[in-house]
C-alpha cells in the first residue's frame, strides 16, 4: 500500500520521460474522449464532484493510472493505492478504518487498486463491506474482463468504464508535446519528423507508456552532441528491434488489410486469409479487432452452412481475451482457417436486410392478436392471446397460426442455401411450411 501526496513533485528528477510526462489535469490527458468529452458520463461525475466507485477496463498504457490520480486530485480526495503482492487482508482493514474516520470528518479517500484482477476473493470481499457504507470509493484498474476477474458482489457496486488504446493522433501529440515541454525533451534541440513520430506511434500499439519509452531511447540514442539530437529512422528502427511494416491503423492500409483478409475467407483461400492475418498482426493490430470482424464473418458470409463457424470464431476472441498477443496468433489462424474452408452462406445477413428494410418502411404494423400477450384481464377481453396455440402441446410440435402482420403475411426473409448443413435447413423448413399450408388449407375447409 502506498500513501502519497496527489502528485510527487520529485518525479521530475532523474525520472523516466513517461513518468516525467505524466498529465496532472484533465486538459492534458489524452484519448478516452467517450468518457470525458464535454457531457460525458465520466466528465459530468468528475465536474459534480459524484465519483463513486469504479472498475476502468482496457490495455496497458492508456491511462488507467493517471486517471484515477487526476480524479483524486480534481475531486480533493485522500488518494491510497494499494498492490495485489504486498497488500494482506489485515492491512486492507486498517486502512479502510481509517477512511471511515475520515469520511466522519469530511474526508474522500479514493482507494486506487491496480490491476485488481490480480487480487483473490478474499482481499476483494475486503473492499466490499466499505464500498458499500461509502467510506471510500473504489477504483480498481484491469487488462482482464471485470467480469471472470471480479467477484460479482463487489463488480455489482462499481461502474465499469472501458477505456480504449490510444490512436496514432493521439500519441503523436503526447510525443510533441514530451518534445517541447521543458519537463521532457523541451530544453534540447531535437530533429525528428512527424513520419518518424506516427512510426513509433504506431509500433507502440495504443500504450503511451510505451511510445514515450521508444521516444527516449531514440533522442538519447540519436545523432548529435550534449543537447542535440537528430532522429532517423535506422535509430528508431533498432530502438524497435526491427523494420515497422507499411501498416497505419486508422488510415487507407488498415482499411485495405481488412477488406483483404475478409475476402480471401469469402473466396475459401485459407492461405491467403493466413497471410493478410499475419500483416494485420505482426504490424502491431488489435487481435481483439481482427477477432471480432472473424466473428461477424462467421455468420455473415458462412452462416448456417456451418454454424460451428461461430462457435469457433467466439472461442477464438476469447482466447485472445485471455493471451493476449503472441500467444493468440494461433487462436485467430485457427479461426480464420475455420471459416476459410467452410461452406459459405450469406442468407441469414440477406434475411436481416430484407427484414429490417420492411420494419423500417412499416413501424406501425400491429403484432397479431394471436401472438400478442394477456398479462390483464382487459387484454383477454381485448382479445389478446386470443387462439393462441402452444406449439408444444401439438403432436408435430409446430402450428400453422399466423406471426407476420397481415400485410407481410406471405413474405419470406430466409431462404437458406444448398451450401453444407444449410442444404438440411432449407429441407426442413421448406417441409414446415408445406405442412403449415396444408394445415390452413385443412382450417379453411373445415370452416365452410
Not at 465519483?51 to 496497458?60: D, K, R
Not at 466490499?128 to 457504507?133: F, G, W
Not at 496468433?329 to 461452406?343: D, G, I, K, M, R
Request: aromatic share 8%; glycine share 6%; charged share 25%.
Amino acid at each position: 500500500m502506498t500513501q502519497s501526496s496527489l502528485f510527487d513533485e520529485n518525479r521530475y528528477m532523474n525520472a523516466p520521460l513517461a513518468d516525467r510526462m505524466r498529465p496532472t489535469t484533465l486538459e492534458e490527458y489524452a484519448g478516452q474522449s467517450h468518457l470525458l468529452a464535454d457531457g460525458k458520463i465520466l466528465k459530468r461525475m468528475i465536474d459534480r464532484d459524484e465519483v463513486q466507485s469504479m472498475i476502468f477496463w482496457g490495455p496497458p498504457g492508456v491511462g488507467k493510472t493517471t486517471l484515477a490520480k487526476i480524479i483524486a486530485a480534481t475531486t480533493k480526495s485522500r488518494f491510497i493505492t494499494f498492490s495485489a503482492v504486498t497488500s494482506g487482508i489485515k492491512e486492507i482493514k486498517e486502512v479502510m478504518s481509517k477512511a471511515e474516520s475520515n469520511r466522519a470528518m469530511g474526508v474522500k479517500t479514493i482507494v486506487f487498486v491496480d490491476e485488481i484482477h490480480r487480487f483473490n476473493k478474499a482481499q476483494q470481499d475486503a473492499f466490499l463491506p466499505y464500498v458499500e457504507r461509502g467510506s471510500i470509493i473504489l477504483i480498481g484498474a484491469t487488462t482482464e474482463n471485470p467480469s471472470f476477474e471480479i467477484n460479482s458482489a463487489l463488480l455489482s457496486r462499481c461502474k465499469v468504464f472501458v477505456l480504449y488504446a490510444l490512436s496514432a493522433d493521439d500519441l503523436v501529440v503526447l510525443l510533441k508535446r514530451a518534445i517541447s515541454d521543458p519537463v521532457g525533451f523541451g530544453t534540447w534541440n531535437i530533429t525528428i519528423s512527424d513520419d518518424l513520430l506516427y512510426l513509433i506511434a504506431n509500433y507502440a500499439n495504443g500504450d503511451a507508456r510505451t511510445a514515450l519509452n521508444t521516444l527516449e531511447m531514440a533522442v538519447l540514442n540519436g545523432e548529435g552532441s550534449g543537447s542535440e539530437s537528430i532522429v532517423t529512422r535506422e535509430v528508431i528502427e533498432q530502438c524497435i528491434a526491427g523494420k515497422s511494416l507499411l501498416y497505419d491503423k486508422n488510415g487507407e492500409e488498415h482499411y485495405n488489410l481488412i477488406s483483404a483478409l475478409h475476402k480471401s475467407m469469402r473466396n475459401s483461400d485459407a492461405d491467403a486469409a493466413v497471410y493478410w492475418l499475419a500483416r494485420m498482426l505482426e504490424a502491431g493490430e488489435d487481435p481483439l479487432y481482427i477477432a471480432r470482424r472473424v466473428v461477424r464473418f462467421a455468420s455473415e458470409d458462412v452462416g448456417m452452412a456451418d454454424s460451428r463457424a461461430l462457435e469457433v470464431a467466439v472461442a477464438a476472441y476469447q482466447a485472445c481475451t485471455f493471451l493476449g498477443m503472441p500467444e493468440c496468433n494461433v487462436h485467430l489462424t485457427h479461426a480464420v482457417v475455420f471459416c476459410s474452408l467452410a461452406p459459405k452462406s450469406n442468407a441469414l445477413e440477406v434475411a436481416y436486410n430484407t427484414a429490417a428494410e420492411d420494419a423500417r418502411n412499416m413501424l406501425d404494423e400491429p403484432v397479431p392478436l394471436q401472438i400478442r400477450n394477456a398479462p390483464t384481464s382487459l387484454m383477454e377481453e381485448l382479445g389478446y392471446g386470443k387462439d393462441y396455440i402452444y406449439a408444444h402441446d401439438t403432436k408435430e410440435k409446430v402450428t400453422a397460426m399466423q406471426c407476420l402482420p397481415d400485410s407481410l403475411k406471405d413474405r419470406y426473409y430466409y431462404n437458406p442455401t444448398e451450401q453444407g448443413v444449410e442444404k438440411r435447413v432449407k429441407e426442413h423448413k421448406e417441409k414446415i411450411e408445406a405442412w403449415k399450408k396444408w394445415k390452413r388449407e385443412q382450417e379453411a375447409k373445415e370452416k365452410q
